[in-house]
């Protein structure tokens, strides 16, 4: 069964409820003691860098130094994916050939322990296939995508982010299809950026405005941000064959990352945005990208068992 996610101060498929951001709005609740970062390096060439030692990396918060306390390669660590895709009019002539790559793209990535969910969003936001670990489920869905009506696109990004994407012990990732052309959406781009930071979810957006038209500046701008600030990526192919190489180098970036962990040595947690940067040692030509940062909240007050 199909459900629509409606965008009110309340997780109603959770049922749970959230505390106040700067915005007024009620996102979920990230309790913070250790951070954990996905990096992802590359060469000049773009080629993912994949033989990285610990002693290589080095990660700071707020300019101070941190000290990390585990160091992993990403092929391993489940993946939870929500595969939100534009079915508004605009991309009505573009929507075979993305229906297509998507589904091309679910049965390459997913393995058994991953999981991937299904949202389409036009003037609204409906979720068509919740959380699972089989391909041919999500892909059977997408051959129903139907396009029409406007687009919400930020709408979509904050509720997946918000009432879905809450699983610890996983890798949570967007891919988004779409021209970027929001035109329906009552979240903001800060509130939505909000959200996708306090929820530790990277984004790879896939613009469609190079097919057959004029391509959307303000459109893929919106999908750069959203990439960018997440730690992710945006591509703006201009052909199917481009489309589908676009889901192929997400699908090798995700095989391809490093986790670096570390507890924070400020331990002031006052909801407080905390700015990140990871550097390498000796990696002057290699290029660096993972989450801007995270948000420290007070983590739970220790009750005695009953």
Same mark, same amino acid.
């Given at each position: 069964?199909?459900?629509?996610?409606?965008?009110?101060?309340?997780?109603?498929?959770?049922?749970?409820?959230?505390?106040?951001?700067?915005?007024?709005?009620?996102?979920?609740?990230?309790?913070?003691?250790?951070?954990?970062?996905?990096?992802?390096?590359?060469?000049?060439?773009?080629?993912?860098?994949?033989?990285?030692?610990?002693?290589?990396?080095?990660?700071?918060?707020?300019?101070?130094?941190?000290?990390?306390?585990?160091?992993?390669?990403?092929?391993?660590?489940?993946?939870?994916?929500?595969?939100?895709?534009?079915?508004?009019?605009?991309?009505?002539?573009?929507?075979?050939?993305?229906?297509?790559?998507?589904?091309?793209?679910?049965?390459?990535?997913? !393995?058994?322990? $991953?999981? /991937? *969910?299904?949202?389409?969003?036009?003037? +609204? =936001? #409906?979720?068509?296939?919740?959380? %699972?670990?089989?391909?041919?489920?999500?892909?059977?869905?997408?051959?129903?995508?139907?396009?029409?009506?406007?687009?919400?696109?930020?709408?979509?990004?904050?509720?997946?982010?918000?009432?879905?994407?809450?699983?610890?012990?996983?890798?949570?990732?967007?891919?988004?299809?779409?021209?970027?052309?929001?035109?329906?959406?009552? !979240?903001?781009? $800060?509130? /939505? *950026?909000?959200?996708?930071?306090?929820? +530790? =979810? #990277?984004?790879?957006?896939?613009? %469609?405005?190079?097919?057959?038209?004029?391509?959307?500046?303000?459109?893929?701008?919106?999908?750069?941000?959203?990439?960018?600030?997440?730690?992710?990526?945006?591509?703006?192919?201009?052909?199917?064959?481009?489309?589908?190489?676009?889901?192929?180098?997400?699908?090798?970036?995700?095989?391809?990352?490093?986790?670096?962990?570390?507890?924070?040595? $400020?331990?002031?947690?006052?909801?407080?945005?905390?700015?990140?940067?990871?550097?390498?040692?000796?990696?002057?030509?290699?290029?660096?990208?993972?989450?801007?940062?995270?948000?420290?909240?007070?983590?739970?007050?220790?009750?005695?068992?009953?």
């Amino acid at each position: 069964m199909r459900a629509s996610f409606t965008l009110l101060p309340i997780l109603l498929l959770t049922g749970v409820v959230a505390p106040q951001t700067r915005s007024g709005q009620e996102p979920i609740r990230v309790e913070v003691e250790a951070v954990n970062l996905l990096v992802t390096v590359v060469d000049p060439q773009g080629r993912f860098v994949t033989d990285l030692t610990r002693d290589r990396f080095r990660v700071f918060e707020k300019g101070r130094e941190q000290e990390l306390t585990n160091f992993s390669h990403e092929t391993d660590l489940p993946l939870h994916i929500g595969l939100l895709i534009d079915t508004s009019a605009s991309v009505r002539t573009k929507l075979d050939f993305e229906k297509r790559a998507a589904t091309n793209f679910v049965h390459a990535v997913m !393995r058994q322990q $991953d999981q /991937t *969910l299904l949202v389409e969003f036009d003037a +609204g =936001v #409906t979720l068509i296939s919740d959380f %699972t670990n089989k391909p041919s489920r999500i892909a059977d869905q997408i051959k129903g995508l139907r396009a029409g009506g406007g687009t919400a696109l930020l709408d979509a990004v904050y509720a997946v982010c918000r009432d879905k994407m809450t699983a610890s012990g996983v890798r949570r990732t967007i891919v988004l299809l779409s021209d970027g052309a929001d035109l329906n959406s009552q !979240r903001s781009m $800060d509130e /939505t *950026l909000d959200m996708v930071q306090r929820s +530790g =979810v #990277t984004i790879y957006g896939i613009g %469609t405005t190079g097919f057959g038209a004029d391509r959307d500046k303000k459109g893929e701008d919106m999908l750069l941000k959203l990439a960018e600030d997440s730690g992710g990526r945006a591509f703006f192919p201009y052909s199917p064959d481009q489309m589908a190489d676009a889901f192929d180098t997400i699908n090798q970036e995700l095989r391809s990352q490093y986790s670096l962990t570390y507890v924070p040595k $400020d331990k002031d947690r006052k909801g407080k945005f905390r700015r990140v940067k990871v550097r390498l040692v000796k990696g002057k030509n290699l290029k660096v990208r993972h989450r801007k940062g995270y948000y420290a909240v007070p983590l739970p007050e220790a009750t005695d068992s009953p």
